[in-house]
């Protein structure tokens, strides 16, 4: 980094290549923390872990002694440093997003020194979620909490009652999301809840093995390729998906039940507002669908997240609910997330920083009161701007 520093090139620290923005493309230099992984140090209630690390290979880990995360996202095939650094979530108003879990991190300046930040450091706030624009993260410390099962229930709801009812379905378990795939008539309420009780019966290896290898990699990539010229058949498509998707009542881990198998190769956009306006966000995106005459053969998602203290966090502040517009179809997304965005914007929705994007700078930093603090950072840590790259000056300015 020292030599890279003093030839002024660019460094851009990647993780597992999962966000759908350019946040993560490099430019001139990629460093890959891939072979730091693996726990550092553990103790009651939290760990230390190095910053390549797979969130699936941690919570294995911590399966293993009696511990878990106690939030996750809906996969877990990203780093550490890359799902805390993008401000990854799961869905719970009892819980933040991953990088609330941050209570000590190590990076690397640009001049190559090893900046140490602890529980107490008034810069925790700032590195939480770093947009990888603090240069690398080698390690970061977690809370963590015992491990625990949880029962699944999924409740159809009519589509029509969800803009009312948005906040109380989030409030109506520890964990809650709510798919609907468009025009259908039901939404699906997923809920989670502690439990003793004993885990149902896990699918058979051969089934895990479709659900992970044919269903994504070859049965619906054929089947969505097939829709790229049929929309007008992808209403009746989503109708039979939400009956397969309407499952029995499961109980199991935590890290199992809260996560998906790997879906298919989808384009999605994701919008933060806060929790009141979580219903309105979601009428005016269900009314795109009639008014632009979309077919989105992938589901729109209501996920939920508890208040946090991270600068760039698109839950700072206050509660918010986080819509996440999705489709496998290439030629709608334009027009669904243009349209999206058009609907969004006016009730101050912060765009996922990971996510499929229609942003410039300085709109985004406006909606982030933290922002200039952030920006302060920077350039402490980085005056030279060696680990910036083309998302980031659109987006946080050069
Ligand atoms: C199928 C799928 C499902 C997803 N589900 C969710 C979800 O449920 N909730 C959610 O909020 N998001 C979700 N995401 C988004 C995903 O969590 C983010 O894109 C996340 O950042 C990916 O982590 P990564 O390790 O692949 O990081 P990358 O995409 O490689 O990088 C992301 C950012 O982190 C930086 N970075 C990576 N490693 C380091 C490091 N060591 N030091 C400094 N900076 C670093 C990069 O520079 C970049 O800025 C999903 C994405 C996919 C593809």
Redesign the pocket.
Known sequence: MRAAAASGRRI??????????A??APEDIA?T?DR?SGIVARGPGWVRVK??TRLRQLNRALGAVGEALPVV???A???????V??????SSLSHG?LSSLVCGAR?VAGDGSVLEIGEDDERLDGIRV?????????ELTLRTTARFNLSETIEPVPVEQVASRAEELGRSAEYVKVWWMPQTANVLVFRYERTDESMTRLPSPETQRLLENWLPRAILPALYAWQQNHSSGVPRFNEVATRWLTKKRRVGPSTLLLTTP??IRHY?T?AAVALAAGGEAFDRTVRLFDRDDLHANFILEL?YSKADTGWMSTAYGGDVV?LGACTAIRGLKRPYFDGFWGALRPLGARP????ETVHESPDVLSLYPMADRFLDLRNQIDPQRMFANGFLDRMLGP
């Open positions: 851009r620290a990647v993780g597992a290549g999962h966000s759908w923005s946040i993560a460093l923390l730091m910053a390549g996202a809906s996969i095939q990203q780093s550490v440093a890359g799902a650094g993008t401000g990854t979530h799961g997003n990076l770093h947009l990888g624009a603090l240069g690398p993260v080698t790997e879906p999605e994701e996920r986080h996922h920083w990971a996510k």
